[in-house]
């Protein structure tokens, strides 16, 4: 008989994500979204409306779009002295690398703990905060890294 507990059933429907900070504030975001973290690259400054858009650098031979993340969420710049970690993402073949303060750690959470009611103003643009979730006393906030490659000022299309 192969019966399988309801733990394993259980761990199978847990997530991993990765804790990163942005100044003195935790945030969590899903770690499959997450391509590979990298120390900070050099970037070309390119004339942008976004303020958080610090330009492109080169990673490998793939031009990426850089931002920094604490102001992309209205908070200080994720540029330090100490010069924190940049998380490559990516869409549809398109890379995006988001600079953050940095990385705490990796954990697994159940997405059926991850509150999303939207109780608490937040500068994280709304589609890609998910909610937040309670882990070891701590509150994050759980983010939708993919979800910023859609955001911003909406371009008319031509047809």
Known sequence: MSGESPSTSTDLEQARY???RI???SFASPLLSIKEIVDPLPYCYVPNDHSYFLG???LRGQIIGVIDLGLRFGMASSVTADAGVLLIFEEDGASLGALVSAVESAITVDPAEIRSEHAVP???PEEA???VVLYEERILPVVSLIELMHDGPKESNIA
């Open 23 to 25: 100044g003195d504030e």
């Open 56 to 58: 492109l650098a080169n």
């Open 18 to 20: 990765i804790v990163y």
């Open 122 to 124: 937040s500068n994280v």
């Open 129 to 131: 905060y998910t909610g």
